[in-house]
């Protein structure tokens, strides 16, 4: 099993930035595709982007495309995750996701690991 700890969570205004990055170790090759998602309060967790496991396809929800890009560096076994223009509706728990391909992952019919989850907090 693939162990995945992220980490660049925090604390921004509205219309900042921020980088999420997520370490894999263990069985690497375990669920290779990688994703995100978020659960706000009170909310149901849901998908936000995914890439496949060589990079060169990624999905993302409608609601954080083009201010949103998920992308990877196998050398590193890590995936990021860049949000600009950020919103307070973008407050939430990020966790990365590990998957056999990068559509199990955005559908959530195929999850192999889950990191811990980071917090994410946008003020207004």
């Known amino acids: 099993q693939v162990q995945l700890v992220e980490s660049g969570g925090g604390l921004v205004q509205a219309g900042g930035s921020l980088r999420l990055s997520c370490a894999a170790s263990?069985?690497?090759?375990?669920?290779?595709?990688r994703g995100w998602f978020r659960q706000a309060p009170g909310k149901e967790r849901e998908f936000v982007a995914a890439?496949?496991?060589?990079?060169?396809?990624?999905s993302y929800a409608d609601s954080v495309k083009d201010r949103f890009t998920i992308s990877r560096d196998n050398a590193k076994n890590t995936v990021y995750l860049q949000m600009n223009s950020l919103k307070p509706g973008d407050t939430a728990v990020y966790y990365c996701?590990?998957?056999?391909?990068?559509?199990?992952?955005?559908?959530?019919?195929?999850?192999?690991?889950w990191g811990q989850g980071i917090q994410v907090t946008v003020s207004s």
């Open positions: 996701a590990a998957g056999a391909t990068r559509t199990s992952i955005a559908t959530m019919t195929s999850i192999a690991s």
């Open positions: 890439i496949s496991t060589g990079g060169g396809s990624t």
């Open positions: 263990g069985r690497t090759n375990s669920g290779s595709a």
